[in-house]
């Protein structure tokens, strides 16, 4: 991968989503009611405490916030998923502390003269949790897995730079076509449509991580309890109270296991950020989020700690909706919203405001930041929101307004954010818009069927490439859910994705980006990061801007 796609850590204040992004809970498997573990007692706790003062063990005390959504690599496909996911499995590639993909399960990487095959040799010292070897026909079966169309993977779309994977994943083509073999037990071979300088960034993602082909076959629910759960990472799944809570010991088996200092990892399960602090408070956890009502005096702690995390939250329209077929009237919206007071009064923790869909982090060939060089294309203009919205009107022939509805899912911060564009849209526009709260199950796959005129959403990227985030919004992607369709945009992502001089993709990215802000079927608010407490002592936590947590150099003294 070229020296230039890296992401750099910017060092912002940050709100820690809890998923990846509301566009990711797709395949979400109903909760397990079997436990593998009963949950503790006080007394419990008090005498596992006693015991890892008087034992010597180092057990770190985490928060997932809730249930992961799977642990079948294919389904778990955000954050509450890959952050488990990322330290009880491992793919042929791993994130190192520079947020770039290095050797991991494979120990060495050849690439073609064209760009088009990769050629990774597995580790002879990799081995799955439960002692098998992990070989080259594990990755076949998993990625054949999450491309199968049955297995209806959210996370299938990554791999269709692979040849005959979107094809199979589509229904069109044959799983026989996927251009990945398994020469011999420690080779897998990959042949890709086109040259991919994210390639190797790409499949560090939870996705493309392999399952002990031996142990699905017999077992397809073996990825559902800890009892029968197999991963080849650091560490190992040995506890699972469903809804509660899950814990992880250092696997013994894994190839880089020295390097582990962890014995064990503790993950509570609770989606309450002032309940989580207060835990912190009470030292049942080592790390919290901070709550936004008290982010500001905590800003100074020596317990805050930050990470970029790449990604934002933003607002949907339904381009088929009226009003907001209007290119005009959704510009007018668009520009209404002043990014910068609801990152100062409604969030308040710091993060930067989103004048462009593509986030802070991405360094071009010429050594220059994206986000700098395209500039703000989405910026608080009232008078011109006001002039757009009177051409809209005109245009469509309005005398009045459709009714504008505003929907969100449950939760605090969704509706405090929703409040503050309801009262601006009044301000600026004069137009009085409904609040609708949606629960959040419900509120992903209504979004999906295109059942509101303007909603909530938020993406953090799934590797580190500007594209990632550009080709939600071509023609028919499940990501788009706004039902806009663009041949202009449509034939830029395709460019992008095939073009191999890095200065003219450069160039195309940000075409794409301004093009995506000038027709406005999204408006922006915020990009993400992170912000978190740690206790002293607790060291060597990375915290991808991708999403995923890395607790393998991790150590608690």
């Known amino acids: 991968m070229k020296k230039w796609l890296i992401f750099l850590v910017v060092g912002m204040l940050a709100l820690f989503l809890a998923a990846c992004t509301a566009n990711k809970d797709a395949g979400k498997e109903p909760a397990d009611t079997n436990t593998d573990s009963a949950t503790p007692s006080d007394e419990e706790k008090d005498d596992e405490a006693a015991g890892e003062a008087t034992s010597g063990e180092k057990i770190l005390y985490l928060n997932n916030g809730e249930e992961p959504t799977s642990f079948d690599p294919s389904i778990g496909f955000n954050a509450v998923s890959w952050s488990p996911l990322n330290n009880i499995m491992e793919g042929l590639t791993r994130l190192d502390e520079n947020h770039q993909a290095v050797e991991a399960t494979a120990e060495k990487i050849d690439v073609s003269d064209d760009g088009l095959t990769y050629t990774f040799t597995i580790r002879d010292s990799a081995k799955w949790s439960n002692g098998d070897p992990v070989v080259a026909g594990d990755f076949v079966y998993a990625w054949k897995h999450m491309l199968d169309p049955e297995t209806a993977s959210p996370a299938a779309f990554l791999a269709y730079f692979i040849e005959g994977a979107e094809a199979y994943n589509n229904g069109e083509g044959s799983a026989d076509d996927i251009a990945i073999e398994a020469p011999d037990e420690k080779t897998f071979v990959v042949k890709l449509t086109s040259p991919n300088e994210a390639f190797l960034n790409i499949i560090t993602n939870p996705s493309f991580f392999p399952i002990n082909e031996k142990v699905a076959s017999a077992d397809p629910s073996w990825?559902?309890?800890?009892?029968?759960?197999?991963?080849?990472?650091?560490?190992?799944?040995?506890?699972?109270?469903?809804?509660?809570?899950?814990?992880?010991?250092?696997?013994?088996?894994?190839?880089?296991?020295?390097?582990?200092?962890?014995?064990?990892?503790?993950?509570?399960?609770?989606?309450?950020?002032?309940?989580?602090?207060?835990?912190?408070?009470?030292?049942?956890?080592?790390?919290?989020?901070?709550?936004?009502?008290?982010?500001?005096?905590?800003?100074?702690?020596?317990?805050?700690?930050?990470?970029?995390?790449?990604?934002?939250?933003?607002?949907?329209?339904?381009?088929?909706?009226?009003?907001?077929?209007?290119?005009?009237?959704?510009?007018?919206?668009?520009?209404?919203?002043?990014?910068?007071?609801?990152?100062?009064?409604?969030?308040?923790?710091?993060?930067?405001?989103?004048?462009?869909?593509?986030?802070?982090?991405?360094?071009?060939?010429?050594?220059?930041?994206?986000r700098d060089t395209v500039g703000d294309l989405v910026s608080y203009n009232p008078d011109e929101a006001k002039k757009l919205l009177e051409e809209g009107m005109k245009e469509e022939g309005y005398t009045e307004l459709p009714k504008v509805t505003i929907t969100y899912s449950t939760s605090e911060s969704h509706q405090n954010i929703a409040i503050a564009l309801q009262s601006k849209f009044k301000e600026v526009l004069g137009v009085d818009v409904e609040l609708q709260n949606v629960e959040a199950g419900v509120f992903l796959s209504e979004q999906k069927e295109f059942k509101y005129q303007m909603s909530r959403s938020s993406f953090l990227h799934d590797y580190a490439d500007p594209v990632n985030a550009l080709e939600s919004f071509i023609t028919d992607s499940s990501m788009n859910r706004t039902t806009w369709s663009n041949a202009e945009y449509d034939k830029l992502i395709a460019d992008i994705k095939n073009e191999t001089d890095e200065n003219k993709r450069w160039e195309l990215l940000q075409e794409a980006d301004r093009l995506l802000m000038e027709e406005m079927p999204v408006f922006p608010l915020y990009f993400y990061n992170q912000t978190t407490l740690e206790k002293p002592g607790v060291t060597g936590i990375l915290r991808h801007p991708v999403g995923y947590v890395d607790l393998k150099y991790a150590d608690k003294n």
């Open 223 to 370: 990825h559902t309890n800890a009892a029968t759960f197999v991963g080849n990472g650091p560490f190992k799944l040995t506890a699972w109270d469903h809804d509660v809570s899950f814990e992880f010991e250092k696997n013994e088996h894994y190839w880089d296991a020295d390097a582990v200092k962890l014995d064990k990892v503790h993950w509570a399960m609770v989606n309450d950020t002032t309940t989580e602090y207060q835990m912190y408070q009470s030292d049942e956890l080592d790390v919290s989020g901070v709550p936004a009502e008290i982010a500001e005096q905590l800003k100074d702690s020596d317990e805050l700690r930050v990470d970029d995390e790449a990604g934002l939250y933003f607002y949907r329209f339904n381009t088929s909706m009226e009003p907001f077929t209007n290119k005009k009237i959704r510009r007018a919206f668009g520009l209404a919203v002043n990014q910068e007071e609801i990152v100062e009064y409604v969030t308040k923790n710091g993060e930067k405001p989103a004048h462009g869909f593509v986030t802070y982090g991405f360094i071009g060939p010429d050594g220059k930041e994206f």
